[in-house]
Structure formats: structure tokens, C-alpha cells
DNA sequence: TTAGTCTTTGCAACTTTGTTGCAAAAGGTT
DNA sequence: AACCTTTTGCAACAAAGTTGCAAAGACTAA
């Protein structure tokens, strides 16, 4: 586990430093997305908030983490897989967020179908973002 | 087109004052999405800012207007269709962002596609929001 | 292991965004 | 016009996000 997280930040050429750490590890334990607040009332260890927002962002830029829209105004985080690279995302997947449990996860296995647009228009990213029950909360 | 305006107010049963005027007026002519600045920005005369969150809050609540997500910290609203109403919306319909000329549009004659959940998942609602370039902008 | 360099962090100060309570103003009704 | 109800603006606040800078920490190479 710390391992994993050593060769996660050494891979994106990151310092391996504890508020990083702690970050990518709260990220990897959640298992699904994480609002900016979220991730600071998770660290153990408190570390300025300003911190947590450098950190996010740096993660984002190497392609450890990716953002997912809602409505919310508060963007959340996940963890990207393998394939992403510094400045260039590939997480077409469909995000769930369960309206009971409130946990918003990425479905990697989920494409995201093809639109057609009118034409002249051209797709660079897709976004979907399903909301409803998540089998879990089910009854 | 001030008609327009009052009749859309009378039917969600909102008294018509200077400010939801303004405002929906402001909605009509930019034929794309808003964010709550870029609506502050906008009023020709000047409202307060707590006169615009409160008059966004109840276009929302009477189905006047809808939310689109967005990864940037700045939920956009744009205009509703007939069909929805007080307390439910349906506005099922693709929204695409330009990333050149930042246009947020509603797609509303695209449907969204048919997604096939894991077993036990339940969708309630979908949002899609496809980033590229508009028409207007490809050369 | 240590010394030196470069990066990251915390802090302070600030801006922007969003919320709440309340009195004054405006809207609808008679 | 007089009334009652709703909406607005203001003030005061809370929360979220940004920036510059000095101190602390991480890496490298001697
Ligand atoms: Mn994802
Ligand atoms: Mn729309
Ligand atoms: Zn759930
Ligand atoms: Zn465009």
C-alpha cells in the first residue's frame, strides 16, 4: 500500500512528501469521489488548507486524480487509472452518484455510448453523470 | 417579448418584479447557459447579490430553469422547456460546452442514450455534457 | 552523512462566493 | 387609496478559493 503510493508519485515525477502521501492514500481507502472538504476532514494529519488545494491540483496535472461536474458546486476528485498522463486525461467512464448513500463512484467498466452531433460540431470529452439508488442501498 | 416574460412568470405563479424581469429577460437573449456571475454581471440595473441567488433559487424551485454541471466550481442554469414544472424537471437532453468560445448550450432535440447499469442500480436521472467545439467556432 | 539546492509547506492577508435575519420597499388585491 | 403579503437591499457573517513569502522538508551528489 505505501508502496503502491511511493511508485504512484514517483511515476508522475512528484516529491514524496506526507501531505501527498496522506492525500493519495484518503483517495485510494474512499474507493469513490471526493469533494475538496472531503479530503481535508479525512487527513489525519492536519495540513493547511491551502495545501490540499495545491495538492489536488498537482494531482490532477500529472493525471493521478480527474474531476467529475455536478450540481452541486463542489467538483469532485477520483482516482484516474493506469492510462492517464501528465495533461491528458482518458476517464470516459460514467460516474453514479447514489442519491441514498451520497457516493458518487466511477463505473471504468461503463462506456460511455457515441453521440451524434449536429453537424460541425466536434466531442472532445465526454462527461455523463447518472444519479439514482447504487445497488448497496437497494432494499 | 415582455409578454413573454410576464406570461412565464404568471404561470409559475411569481409576482412580476423589476429584478425576476431583468433577469429571465437576460436568460431569453443569451440563448446560452449562465453562471450566477455571469447573470450578476448582466442585470442592466443593479441588483443585489443576495436578489440574484434568491431569484435563480425560485426559477429553479418553479422549473423556469435548470442546472448543467461543470468541473469548474460554477454551476450554469439555463432555460427550461415547457414541460417542466414546479418541483420536477426534464431536461434529459445533451449540453455541450465550446472550448473556444466557452458557449455552454442546451441540446434539447438530442435525446440521451440508453445506459445499461450493473445489476441492482437504479437510474433516477442522467446528465450529459460533451466539451468540444461549436459550430460557430470550427473553421 | 552531510551540505547544498530546489521544491513544498504553512501562514497571513486577501478576494470571491454563498447564507441569514430583518426592516423598508414594492407588488397584488380589494 | 388602503391593505396585506412578498420581495428586496443591507449588514453581518461563514465558507471557499487565491497569492506572496519565509521556513521547512525532500532530493542529489559529494
Ligand atoms: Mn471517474
Ligand atoms: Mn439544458
Ligand atoms: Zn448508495
Ligand atoms: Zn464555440
Not at 12 to 35: H, K, W
Not at 63 to 81: F, M, R, S, W
Not at 99 to 105: P, Y
Amino acid at each position: 500500500m505505501e508502496d503502491q503510493i511511493i511508485k504512484i508519485l514517483r511515476k508522475s515525477q512528484l516529491s514524496v512528501t506526507e501531505s501527498r502521501r496522506n492525500i493519495l492514500e484518503i483517495f485510494i481507502q474512499a474507493g469513490s469521489a471526493l469533494a475538496h472538504h472531503d479530503v481535508e476532514e479525512k487527513t489525519s494529519e492536519r495540513f493547511d488548507r491551502v495545501t490540499v488545494y495545491r495538492t489536488l491540483q498537482v494531482f490532477m496535472e500529472k493525471g493521478i486524480i480527474h474531476t467529475i461536474p455536478t450540481t452541486e458546486n463542489a467538483v469532485l476528485y477520483a482516482l484516474c487509472k493506469d492510462d492517464c498522463e501528465e495533461g491528458h486525461h482518458h476517464d470516459n467512464h460514467i460516474h453514479f452518484v447514489c442519491e441514498d448513500c451520497g457516493a458518487t463512484t466511477c463505473m471504468d467498466d461503463i462506456h460511455i455510448p457515441e453521440i451524434k452531433l449536429p453537424l460541425g460540431y466536434n466531442a472532445l470529452q465526454i462527461n455523463m453523470v447518472v444519479n439514482g439508488i447504487c445497488a448497496k442501498c437497494k432494499k
